[in-house]
């Protein structure tokens, strides 16, 4: 399991940029949810991921910083540093939609509604204490479901880890990012005993 | 169509259409490909006038909207323009054939969800099929993302659309579907 926190581990370029693009992309997700929930908890998760978006970008910069050994390594090294570039400032875009919710500011609820309109949805959903989720693995959740769905990211003890893998054992309390089509996440939040803190369409 | 749902639709387009430039500038990247490259940069375009017409359009309309919604509809599609821009910086990294670090080959390796492009030749298996024959999601949960087809870039392409010689076909799904696919071409091509 890779970790979107805690630069304390070392991990290599290619780890830092993977998380990095996956972190953009899930903060972009939760950052349009949040609009047309018009949910300020979700656009509280995706300021809340600021840091380690830094993280991450300093993590990758560092690491290819230390094997530029000659000026041909310098010159390819800048396709690196301009897609973490790229990347957390996507990131930082997806922090700049989340304010306009927390800065309140309202959208007409017709406007939210089309935008809602598409097959695959993105899911928070939470793991209550004593559901069929809480200490299964991610793998058994896929198996005793029958039904398809990708955990995108968990949130567990204020800590986000982005893309988890099949063995990860989840825990109750811990804040699911899921997505997947609507019939299969209705299914997994009768799994995980809460219901869904919010829903969101996404293209495809 | 009411106010409200032009602007919703018109959004929502600028929103999936700067996805897709982020998303073919990483592959740009990844591929060394001139041609993705140039892709990014067409839909870049496309947001910029998308971005004037809806501006224009709120501005036009904006009593009716209120303020708050036209203020906030106008953040939305900045946002969303600046990421395509970033896209662009991505993609003209590639078109003036800066080196790429193999670190980042790699990274594409790795990852569950991966990109293949095809190009549509005389010997390929996508030749003259319809996007709906292929029934790639239905088979091997591959998704074709974008099809370059006629010089123009398709984004989530009619399934009506018939691939023809010199069709870019940009495809996204699990490891081991795009890795059949990349075979059953490789395998047209031998025997072409």
Same mark, same amino acid.
Do not use: C
């Given at each position: 399991?890779?970790r979107?926190?805690?630069?304390?581990?070392?991990?290599?370029?290619?780890?830092?940029?993977?998380?990095?693009?996956n972190?953009?992309?899930?903060?972009?997700d939760l950052?349009y949810?949040?609009?047309?929930?018009?949910?300020?908890?979700?656009?509280?998760?995706?300021?809340?991921?600021?840091?380690?978006?830094n993280?991450?970008?300093?993590?990758v910069?560092i690491?290819?910083?230390?094997?530029?050994?000659?000026?041909?390594?310098?010159?390819?090294a800048?396709?690196?540093?301009?897609?973490?570039?790229?990347?957390?400032m996507?990131?930082?875009?997806?922090?700049e939609?989340?304010?306009?919710?927390?800065?309140?500011?309202?959208?007409?609820?017709?406007?939210k509604?089309?935008?809602?309109?598409t097959?695959?949805?993105?899911?928070?959903?939470?793991?209550?204490?004593?559901?069929?989720?809480?200490?299964?693995?991610?793998?058994?959740?896929l198996?005793?479901?029958?039904?398809g769905?990708d955990?995108?990211g968990?949130?567990?003890?204020?800590?986000?880890l982005?893309?988890p893998?099949?063995?990860?054992?989840?825990?109750?309390?811990?804040?699911?990012?899921?997505?997947g089509?609507?019939?299969?996440?209705?299914c997994?939040k009768?799994?995980?005993g809460?219901?869904?803190?919010?829903?969101?369409s996404?293209?495809? | 169509?009411?106010?409200?749902?032009e602007i919703?639709?018109?959004?929502?387009?600028?929103?999936?259409?700067s996805?897709?430039?982020?998303?073919?500038?990483?592959?740009?990247?990844?591929?060394?490909?001139k041609?993705i490259?140039?892709?990014?940069?067409?839909?870049?375009e496309?947001?910029?006038?998308?971005?004037?017409?809806?501006?224009?359009?709120?501005?036009e309309?904006?009593?009716?909207?209120?303020? +708050?919604? !036209?203020m906030?509809?106008? *953040?939305? =599609? @900045?946002?969303? $323009?600046?990421?395509s821009?970033?896209? #662009?910086?991505?993609?003209?990294?590639?078109?003036?054939e800066?080196?790429?670090h193999?670190?980042?080959?790699l990274?594409? +390796?790795? !990852?569950?969800e991966?990109? *293949?492009? =095809? @190009?549509?030749? $005389?010997d390929?298996?996508?030749?003259? #099929?319809?996007?709906?024959?292929?029934?790639l999601?239905?088979?091997?949960?591959?998704r074709?993302?974008a099809?370059?087809?006629?010089?123009l870039?398709?984004?989530?392409p009619?399934?009506?659309?018939?691939?023809?010689?010199?069709?870019?076909?940009?495809?996204?799904?699990?490891k081991?579907g795009?890795?059949?696919?990349?075979?059953?071409?490789?395998?047209?091509?031998?025997?072409?």
């Open positions: 399991m890779r979107s926190e805690g630069a304390a581990q070392p991990k290599s370029v290619k780890d830092s940029l993977k998380d990095l693009i972190l953009s992309s899930l903060m972009w950052a949810a949040s609009i047309i929930h018009d949910n300020e908890e979700l656009a509280k998760q995706v300021l809340d991921l600021e840091q380690s978006v993280d991450l970008k300093k993590s910069i690491h290819m910083s230390l094997a530029v050994r000659s000026l041909n390594d310098a010159e390819k800048v396709s690196v540093f301009k897609i973490a570039d790229a990347t957390s996507v990131a930082y875009e997806a922090i939609i989340a304010k306009i919710v927390l800065k309140k500011i309202k959208i007409h609820p017709k406007i509604e089309g935008l809602m309109k097959d695959e949805s993105v899911s928070i959903i939470q793991v209550m204490k004593g559901s069929r989720l809480e200490g299964s693995t991610i793998e058994n959740a198996i005793t479901s029958g039904v769905f955990i995108i968990v949130k567990r003890d204020g800590r986000w982005i893309n893998n099949d063995d990860f054992e989840l825990k109750a309390d811990d804040m699911l990012v899921v997505r089509t609507m019939d299969a996440l209705t997994l009768s799994y995980a809460g219901g869904a803190v919010v829903n969101t996404r293209n495809k | 169509m009411s106010i409200h749902q919703s639709e018109k959004l929502r387009e600028i929103k999936d259409k996805e897709i430039a982020l998303y073919l500038a990483y592959s740009s990247i990844l591929y060394e490909s041609s490259a140039k892709g990014v940069l067409k839909f870049e496309e947001i910029n006038k998308l971005r004037a017409e809806l501006q224009r359009f709120i501005i309309e904006g009593e009716k909207l209120g303020t +708050e919604t !036209a906030a509809v106008m *953040l939305l =599609v @900045e946002s969303m $323009e600046r990421i821009d970033y896209a #662009k910086d991505l993609a003209l990294t590639v078109l003036r800066e080196e790429t193999p670190v980042l080959e990274a594409e +390796e790795e !990852a569950n991966q990109v *293949l492009v =095809v @190009e549509v030749d $005389e390929s298996i996508f030749l003259g #099929k319809r996007i709906s024959d292929l029934a999601d239905d088979r091997i949960g591959v074709v993302i099809v370059r087809h006629k010089d870039w398709l984004y989530d009619d399934e009506n659309v018939q691939l023809e010689k010199g069709d870019l076909l940009l495809l996204s799904g699990y081991e795009i890795e059949m696919l990349e075979e059953s071409e490789e395998e047209a091509e031998n025997v072409g």
